[in-house]
């Protein structure tokens, strides 16, 4: 069912915006070995991804990489959530065993990975959930693409948002294995049905392989190093547009508070790994 879902999309749908619903490696993928399994990294926004991402592309081609702005074109065109024609694209994507790396933003889906987990190693890599947010804010902000989320309101007013109330939930919302439910929390959620899907989320990333922290990375490179004999660094990819912004400590202290707030949830998420 899933070829035919990609076919049609591509046949009458993307081909008239000149996408296609995944784009293939064209490079040889070096690894390709009975000792390891394909790798599928789920890429939280804002998390130095795009590093690790270019880190394993170095090692093993391209892959199959998620187009974070086609899949938002898709999604406003066939009026899918963006959670919604991700998880179908990684379904899609995943169909293909002769891939050996998979990356993007990704949902973490369990009725898509249910019975396929253990063929991959699955990976990803968390960051201090107030910095998370603070950094996608700015990039957003400063962006000089403005197709693409961009903010257009100070950072106290979209801190009243929901887009921002959504931002602070990026943890929980994507790993929780349940596009709808993770789709609908926000911080009006109940605070006991928030801490159930943190919990949740807790469980489906304590099944992966590894999970980095960012303010951890040497730890993350060690960790890469042992898996794939990776020995190159993690180096600093997708620098902020502004490229000084006040860090957590130095924004005012009702900015602060509000921040805190926003990020409690997705903290539960990001101590457990710490």
Known sequence: MLPDIARFLNNHVLSKMDLHISRRSRLPAEFKSKNHKPILFFHPPKCGGTSVESLLQEKFGTGETLSAHASRQLSEKLDLSLGQVREILLAYNLYFPEKVLFSGHYPFSERTMSDIFDSFDVITILREPKSRLLSQYYYNRYNPKREHFAIETDLEEWLGTEEARKAALVFTRMFVGDIRLGESLCQFTRPAEAREAAERSIRNLGKFLAVGILEKRKDFEQQLREMYNIKNPLEHL????????????????????????????DSLVYREFI
């Open 238 to 265: 997708m620098s902020s547009p502004a490229q000084k912004y006040p860090t957590f400590e130095e924004q005012p202290i009702n900015i602060q508070e509000k921040i805190a707030r926003l990020c409690d949830i």
